[in-house]
C-alpha cells in the first residue's frame, strides 16, 4: 500500500521507462482531484463563513 504519487514515482518499465502510462495516471489523479475540489469548494466556504456569522 503506498500513496498515488509514491506509486506513480516507482513504477518502472524493464528496459524503458514508460512515459505514456505515466501521463495517463497523473491526468487520471489530477482531474480526480480538481473534480474533489469543485465539489467540495461549497460547503467548505459554507462552513467557514457560518461560523463568523453572530445573531
Known amino acids: 500500500m503506498r500513496t498515488l504519487s509514491e506509486g506513480i514515482t516507482l513504477y518502472q518499465g524493464e528496459f524503458a521507462f514508460p512515459w505514456p ?3 495517463a495516471a497523473l491526468i487520471i489523479a489530477i482531474v480526480t482531484i480538481c473534480i474533489l475540489i ?3 469548494r461549497e ?3 459554507g462552513g467557514l ?3 463568523g456569522v453572530r445573531g
Open 21 to 23: 502510462l505515466l501521463s
Open 49 to 51: 463563513t457560518s461560523g
Open 38 to 40: 469543485a465539489v467540495f
Open 43 to 45: 460547503r467548505v466556504v
